[in-house]
């Protein structure tokens, strides 16, 4: 077991991760990343296809300034969210986040006049180098500052638990380099966790193959409060065939430079979602286009795992391709494109909800605690306010650094982690592999916690869930000993993880007695303003848990509606 | 079943492979009926040992090498090691070698019958599993960020798109390695100084950038050994992001190079000037210009040349010139005040 000391232990290389890591290494503090992935090419934030312009940029006239905070809010939040935090997440972006992401060489497509080619509409975006892979080239930028400033990562390495200290606060993580087998124990007087927004906890699922829900996991047994944790999203369009593309979408977003985008399908060959007519405002397409589509596996005509399809037959070729990668994926599976179709199907995508944190602070119930990007429970996301997380989490812990203390860490904790850990490598040979758990927990999460819930499912999924708990975590068998990229063992940690936040995440839906926006009980259809626009809070009490209720302040936007049904909400 | 190839009428010399890698996608996407199933030979290796495991996969419609991979590892041999992150090429981690050629395991269609091997000219970990480190190293050692010469003029800073098409085409680069398992001069090892297509990639989208400064791009270059790059185009025929890495990347970097690093262009400025005076590559004025008299310490070598009638004396004396001359001239010099 090797000791590595730092000021602040990130854990998490994504756009927040990254960001809160650059912002404190500025200000002199010695950050580290732990990155079960590899720094800027693991987890969501690579999946940015495009980059909402915020404020007055770009021209932006001021109603469409107010769209874009109008969005934020009232699309992806379901006006689960402060307000107040979303009106300086915005200015911020507005005002530094572009000029400093240019500065650096960011390349924001031009067209041959020099112009910043711009979707159009009432929420405008733009692109790194080209729409649909604007994550790529923005994480790699942030991969190379992060190796530029020097700052020390441990890739390829998973956090397995946060250790607390001798004065009772978080003060490290226990991590294992599953490339190499070797334990190391990061003391620091922090430790920030910024694992994502998604998670593979779904059959189809948009999360990368390392995310399992580690941050949830982990914070909630070290006893951090969670929030709105049901309140999960959906693309509804992502290519059905082959497996490994689940997360491949066919953008319904505006297009660059187009005034077209991708239009839907049903099985019986009707339109059903086409943003120009549906969603002329471009406001919110997935929320839109989901309850359009529950719509249509109602009257038959979809299901969620396929059968409905989407594409471009409508456009030319070169107006999708010129400034998008959308084309690409159609030609590799040899069909022709625009003209042909792709089928689809839904994945889960990002979590609202998450660890509970002060968004001034991005501090967590617990001291020594922090929680930035798409882990914190307190906005959906785009990597826009990601980023901005990583900001205020870096200025809260510069400010508050002194009184941090820097105590040892409890070396029973380490020991017991460590035993924990050897022991699911040790397993006997001749049960369950741990990916088959997996996969069995995701099936059960598709069928039972899928778009539609209801008490009967999630109650059924609980008995599931205490069955995989009880008979399959136990008789989980690991074939190689090897502690080498031994990725089985890999496996059987993230299962147990899983297991863990699938279970908060099924009673937080049992929890939310209403539906809203993506979050659709068939038993409570409607949206309940008067009773549930609040944070469905989590708390852990003893080895139970029992939820808390906390209203949200609505100082620009608001619903104007007490109760109305959630499929004749626009959001 | 019949292949059909499409070649475009596009399809010139500097787009070679490319033939072969659309060969065509449909026919790829159409090798294999559902219900049936595919034999896939994986090589094995922990420690030094290494084997090859035989599977029989059944096929899924638009079946992935991945997807192939995935169903092995769930059930038939749960300890295969192999990396992949995204699954959808953004992160450029789960390159390997199928039938001899370097894909992106998530991007590439299965064939019936194939035998996937880890990428070349990187250490082997596990199984499937290469060492990153060397391609990283190499790629931080050469510094690819921007210095900018003057302060950022605010945002929108001017710029166009056709100053930045090169450095736009390399910004397509996820890392994946590809090229770089593909590249032969990487393969030589130790023997050249080469950094190889993909650090070149990465170095080139801001070594192609004009907000860049010329002193920074030249302190990266030096790095490089771009000249022991042979043009072969290997690199460009398995690049899963379809970047034209030769004509695109490299040879812009090239040109760079003999600008800011005139020293280390030698040969390729005196093949150029001899080409632009001449109208064709004369084998003996190059040598001359490139080793001076130390040629004459390879007399041997010099003689074996003569023999097979490589190297004229004469033409190389009397500076003969072809009726290529003048459209040589032309075309370089065009290039030149490009």
């Not at chain 1, 915005?90 to 240019?102: D, F, M, N, T």
Request: glycine share 8%.
């Amino acid at each position: 077991m090797r000791t590595v000391t730092a000021d602040v232990a990130i854990v998490g290389g994504g756009a927040a991760g990254c960001y809160a890591a650059l912002s404190l290494q500025k200000c002199g503090f010695k950050p580290l990343i732990i990155c079960k992935g590899l720094v800027g090419k693991s987890g969501a934030s690579l999946f940015a296809g495009n980059l909402v312009i915020s404020g007055r940029l770009l021209g932006n006239s001021e109603t469409q300034a107010r769209n874009t905070a109008e969005f934020l809010i009232k699309y992806h939040n379901q006006f689960l969210i402060d307000q107040e935090w979303a009106r300086r997440c915005g200015a911020w972006i507005e005002q530094v986040y572009y000029p400093e992401l240019e500065e650096l060489g960011l390349y924001f497509r031009r067209d041959d006049a020099g112009n910043i080619v711009t979707s159009p509409g009432a929420i405008r975006s733009i692109a790194a180098n080209i729409q649909g892979n604007s994550g790529v080239p923005f994480m790699d930028l942030r991969r190379k500052q992060v190796i530029r400033a020097g700052i020390p990562r441990l890739e390829e390495t998973v956090a397995t638990a946060l250790v607390r200290n001798s004065a009772g606060n978080i003060g490290g993580v226990f991590c294992l380099n599953y490339m190499t087998g070797e334990y190391v124990v990061v003391r620091a007087r922090a430790v920030v966790l910024a694992t994502g927004y998604s998670d593979r906890l779904h059959q189809r699922s948009t999360g990368t193959r390392e995310m399992s829900a580690d941050g949830l996991a982990m914070a909630w047994r070290a006893g951090a409060t969670l929030v709105n944790m049901e309140m999960q999203w959906w693309h509804t369009n992502d290519i059905a065939d082959p497996p490994c593309w689940q997360r491949m979408q066919v953008y319904p977003n505006p297009m660059l430079g187009s005034e077209k985008s991708a239009r839907m399908i049903n099985s019986a060959g009707e339109e059903f979602f086409n943003q120009q007519n549906d969603d002329p405002l471009a406001f919110g397409p997935y929320t839109v286009q989901l309850k359009a589509l529950v719509k249509q596996v109602r009257a038959g005509k979809a299901r969620y795992d396929g059968s409905y399809y989407a594409g471009f037959d409508h456009c030319d070729a070169k107006e999708v391709e010129t400034y998008t990668t959308y084309g690409k994926a159609f030609r590799q599976l040899g069909l022709r494109f625009p003209e042909q179709l792709v089928e689809t199907a839904v994945t889960s995508h990002y979590r609202q909800g998450g660890i509970d944190v002060d968004p001034a602070t991005m501090r967590s119930s617990i001291p020594g605690l922090y929680a930035a990007g798409g882990v914190s429970g307190h906005s959906n996301g785009l990597i826009g306010l990601a980023t901005y997380d990583g900001k205020v989490v870096a200025d809260a812990i510069a400010a508050e650094f002194g009184s941090l203390v820097d105590r040892p860490i409890s070396d029973t904790e380490c020991e017991t982690e460590m035993r924990r850990v050897e022991a699911l490598r040790n397993r006997p040979d001749g049960g369950i592999s741990p990916l088959k758990v997996k996969q069995k927990l995701r099936k059960l999460m598709w069928d039972k916690v899928g778009v539609e819930k209801n008490a009967t499912g999630l109650n059924s999924a609980l008995d599931d869930l205490e069955e995989i708990r009880l008979d399959a975590l136990p008789s989980m068998a690991i074939a190689s000993k090897s502690a080498v990229a031994n990725y089985e063992w890999l496996d059987a940690l993230d299962v147990v993880n899983m297991v863990e936040v699938c279970e908060l995440i099924i009673y937080s839906s049992l929890e939310r007695k209403e539906s809203r926006g993506p979050f659709i009980r068939t038993d409570f259809p409607a949206i309940d303003n008067k009773n549930w626009l609040v944070a469905n809070v989590l708390k852990k009490s003893g080895n139970g848990m029992r939820f808390e209720q906390r209203p949200y302040q609505l100082p620009y936007f608001s619903p104007g509606f007490d109760l109305r049904d959630n499929l004749q909400v626009a959001w | 079943m019949t292949l059909q190839i499409q070649i475009s009428p596009r399809d010139g010399a500097s787009r070679i492979g490319q033939a072969e890698r659309n060969d065509s996608l449909v026919a790829r996407n159409s090798r294999v009926e559902p219900g049936t199933n595919i034999v896939v030979r994986i090589r094995r290796q922990e420690h030094d040992t290494g084997h090859y495991d035989t599977f029989s996969v059944p096929y899924r419609k638009w079946m992935r090498v991945l997807d192939a991979l995935e169903w092995i590892a769930e059930n038939k041999a749960p300890d295969l090691a192999y990396r992949w992150i995204c699954g959808s090429k953004m992160c450029g981690t789960c390159a390997v070698r199928m039938n001899g050629r370097e894909v992106l395991a998530c991007w590439e269609a299965v064939e019936p019958e194939m035998t996937i091997e880890p990428l070349r000219n990187l250490p082997v970990i596990r199984d499937l599993v290469v060492d990153r480190r060397p391609f990283e190293d190499r790629v931080a050692g050469l510094e690819p960020w921007i210095e900018r010469p003057s302060a950022y003029a605010g945002f929108p800073e001017p710029l166009s798109h056709k100053q930045m098409k090169d450095a736009s085409k390399a910004l397509d680069c996820i890392g994946c390695m590809c090229c770089y398992s593909a590249c032969p001069v990487i393969g030589l090892g130790s023997l050249t100084d080469f950094a190889g297509p993909a650090p070149l990639v990465q170095l080139g989208q801001t070594a192609l950038d004009p907000r860049n400064s010329p002193a920074k791009i030249a302190r990266s270059l030096a790095l490089t050994g771009i000249f022991n790059c042979v043009s072969c185009y290997k690199c460009e025929e398995v690049c899963p992001a379809a970047i034209p890495i030769v004509s695109r990347v490299i040879e812009p970097l090239k040109a760079k190079a003999a600008l800011l690093l005139p020293e280390r262009a030698r040969h390729a400025r005196a093949m150029r000037r001899i080409v632009a005076e001449r109208g064709r590559v004369d084998p003996g004025a190059l040598i001359l210009s490139v080793q001076g008299l130390r040629a004459l310490l390879r007399l041997p070598r010099i003689i074996r040349l003569l023999l097979r009638g490589k190297i004229s004396p004469l033409r190389t004396i009397f500076r003969i010139k072809t009726a290529a001359t003048e459209p040589a001239r032309r075309l370089l010099g065009r290039e030149a005040s490009q």
